[in-house]
């Protein structure tokens, strides 16, 4: 039985976008048998947020001959599972896709768009001359409800809307009928999910590389320095999911858990392998990851705790200070996995030039705001030329056999 569990980023890694790289493919023959069962505990996470998990996995399933469940994809938005607090809250949903299908298969049940607050409140969005009410409205419906919470799914496809109508429900405390408020110490929360500041785009540039594209933490850059700008303070994130977040990681060493348990596994997954191309987000989330689980292993020799069931943890963050605090419900949970090792593959994001230097810590730091940069969480266990190669060198570090 494998002792390990893979965790496969997959644009860049798997697919360039609708393109299969041919390596994982060749990759996915070795890791499945004949009758398409995987071998070894799988799951496929990405920042990705505009789309069912459903619809990723079959999108995967095609590029790669392969069948690959929804239970075995991860979005950025799948960790809103773990916060049953805002499920039945009033939630403002801020990005692009099937948003109201995503709610309602995360678990939440109450919930308003940024199209359905421009319908009530057409004066809120006022940057594009063409889209401007032609009459404006008189006075303000009272029959709209306080919204308790804003989820930022990605990026929205009219940033200024978006930007316009959040801050706006911000600046009210959720209560649009409301004037501005003089208190901004008591902000509504506010969840965001993929803080990736770039992404890959398919778009060859007249010097032959790839174009990186504003991803949704560019997004996120702009709504707090606004927010800011505006009120003289920070904005506070409650949450903050997808990679490099620890929370990403918490759920998906849970997904890996139940998928081995399903496969019949009964040793326990002491080793998850992490194989990304964005040092910023799949070798960085994966490395802080492997921190965490050293400094419990440390707490717990130090304390001479006996039980091995800890508490699923939540990632607040406050003024720029990330703190780990407890639900109000924990979960119990049975760790078992030992190590996180990250592994950076060379067929997206990161792709050196043939016969270049070494690999280079990026210069520039493009997490969220709220993360601390560590230079050596850039680093990764190991570098491999693409993804098959990366499972040759995964088993061996195993010692399993894929024939």
Not at 215 to 243: D, I, N, Q, W
């Amino acid at each position: 039985e494998p002792g390990f569990g893979l965790l496969f980023d997959i644009d860049g890694v798997l697919v360039r976008g609708k393109t299969p790289i041919p390596a994982a493919r060749e990759m996915f023959k070795r890791l499945t048998n004949p009758d398409g069962r995987f071998k070894v505990p799988t799951v496929f996470v990405t920042n990705a947020g505009n789309a069912l998990a459903r619809t990723k996995a079959d999108q995967l399933s095609n590029a790669m001959g392969v069948e690959i469940t929804s239970e075995q994809v991860m979005m950025s938005h799948s960790p809103l599972r773990m916060f049953p607090e805002f499920h039945n809250k009033c939630v403002l949903m801020s990005g692009q896709g099937p948003l109201d299908q995503i709610a309602k298969k995360i678990g939440f049940t109450n919930y308003v768009t940024i199209d359905q607050i421009r319908d009530v409140f057409p004066n809120l969005d006022m940057v594009d001359h063409q889209r401007r009410p032609k009459l404006m409205s008189a006075a303000l419906t009272e029959t709209f409800p306080k919204i308790d919470a804003v989820i930022l799914f990605g990026e929205p496809v009219r940033w200024e809307t978006n930007l316009q109508i959040v801050i706006d429900v911000l600046l009210t405390h959720g209560n649009l009928n409301d004037p501005i408020a003089d208190d901004h110490e008591n902000q509504i929360p506010i969840l965001a999910c993929n803080m990736d500041l770039l992404w890959i785009s398919l778009y060859i540039g007249i010097n032959r590389k790839s174009v990186k594209e504003f991803g949704h933490g560019t997004f996120l850059h702009c709504l707090e320095s606004v927010y800011e700008k505006l009120v003289g303070r920070p904005l506070t994130y409650t949450a903050l999911m997808g990679k490099p977040s620890e929370v990403t990681y918490i759920y998906a060493e849970q997904l890996i858990k139940r998928i081995a348990s399903n496969m019949g596994i009964t040793s326990p997954i002491k080793n998850l392998y992490a194989i990304g191309d964005n040092p910023m987000a799949d070798i960085y989330g994966a490395n802080l990851f492997n921190k965490r689980i050293k400094q419990e292993q440390e707490v717990k020799q130090h304390k001479c705790i006996r039980s091995k069931c800890i508490y699923v943890s939540y990632i607040f963050y406050q003024s720029n200070a990330a703190k780990i605090v407890l639900p109000n419900k924990p979960t119990p949970f049975i760790r078992e996995v030992e190590a996180c090792h990250s592994v950076l593959v060379c067929t997206g994001i990161y792709s050196p030039e043939p016969g270049g230097s070494s690999y280079q810590i990026p210069p520039v730091f493009h997490g969220p705001r709220d993360m601390e940069f560590d230079v050596n969480l850039c680093v990764p266990s190991f570098i491999t030329k693409d993804a098959n190669k990366a499972i040759d060198r995964i088993v061996k570090m195993e010692n399993f056999s894929l024939e």
